[in-house]
C-alpha cells in the first residue's frame, strides 16, 4: 500500500508538472503563433481546457463506477489508458499549424487526461483509514501543487529561453512539445500502479479493494 501511494503521488505530480506548464505557457503560444487575441485565447482555451477537463473528470468517475464496476484496478486501468491517450493528443496539439485542430486537440487533451482523476483519488481513498483521509487527500494535493506549479512553469520558461538561439520564435512551440512529451512519466508511474494494485489486493484476496482502508 506504501509504494502504490508513492506511486500514486508520482503519477499526480509529474502528470500535473506537465499540465502547470502548459497552461501557464498555452496562451502566450497561441498569441505567438497564431497571432490569437488574448479575447480569443481566453474564450476557446477556456472551452478546451476548463470544459475538457470537467467533463473527463466526471467520464472517469463514470467508467469507474460502471465497466470497472468500483474495482480499483479497473479503475486504474481507465486512468493509465487516459493518459496514454492524452499524451500523443497534447504533443499534437503544439505541432500542428491549424489553430482550430490544434484547440480541438487541446479538448481532447484535456478530456483524456483528466480520466484518471476519480480512479486515482478513490484508491487513495481506499489505500488509507478512515480517520485519516480528509488529511491524507489534504497533504497529498497539496504536495502536488508544490511540486507542479513551482517546477512546471519555471522549466518551459527555461527551455524556451535555451532554444531560442536555435528555434527563434518558435522556441516556445518545441519548449512546450518537448515538456508535454514528459508525459511518458506519469504513465510509467500508473502502470506500476496497476501492477500493485493486482498484486496487493487480487492476489492476495481476489477482492477489488475497496475497503482496504478500513482494515
Not at 41 to 49: M, T
Not at 75 to 92: D, E, K, S, T
Request: with cysteine.
Amino acid at each position: 500500500s506504501r509504494r502504490m501511494i508513492i506511486h500514486l503521488f508520482a503519477l499526480v505530480a509529474t502528470a500535473s508538472l506537465v499540465g502547470a506548464g502548459m497552461l501557464a505557457w498555452a496562451p502566450t503560444f497561441y498569441q505567438r503563433s497564431f497571432h490569437m487575441t488574448a479575447d480569443e485565447v481566453g474564450l476557446w482555451l477556456g472551452v478546451a481546457i476548463g470544459l475538457g477537463n470537467v467533463a473527463g473528470t466526471l467520464l472517469g468517475g463514470y467508467l469507474t463506477n460502471r465497466l470497472a464496476k468500483g474495482d480499483l484496478e479497473g479503475g486504474l486501468r481507465i486512468a493509465f489508458w487516459g493518459l496514454a491517450i492524452n499524451l500523443p493528443l497534447g504533443v499534437i496539439a503544439f505541432c500542428v499549424d491549424n489553430e482550430a485542430l490544434s484547440i480541438a486537440l487541446m479538448l481532447a487533451s484535456s478530456v483524456s487526461g483528466a480520466l484518471c482523476v476519480g480512479p486515482v483519488y478513490a484508491t487513495l481513498q481506499a489505500l488509507t483509514q478512515p480517520k485519516f483521509r480528509a488529511t491524507s487527500v489534504a497533504l497529498f494535493q497539496s504536495g502536488v501543487m508544490l511540486f507542479a506549479w513551482g517546477l512546471g512553469p519555471m522549466l518551459v520558461g527555461a527551455i524556451s529561453d535555451a532554444a531560442r538561439t536555435l528555434a527563434g520564435d518558435e522556441s516556445l512551440r518545441w519548449s512546450l512539445i518537448i515538456v508535454t512529451s514528459c508525459g511518458i512519466w506519469p504513465l510509467y508511474h500508473g502502470w506500476r500502479v496497476v501492477k500493485l494494485c493486482a498484486a496487493e489486493f487480487h492476489a492476495l484476496g481476489g477482492g477489488t479493494g475497496a475497503d482496504a482502508g478500513a482494515a
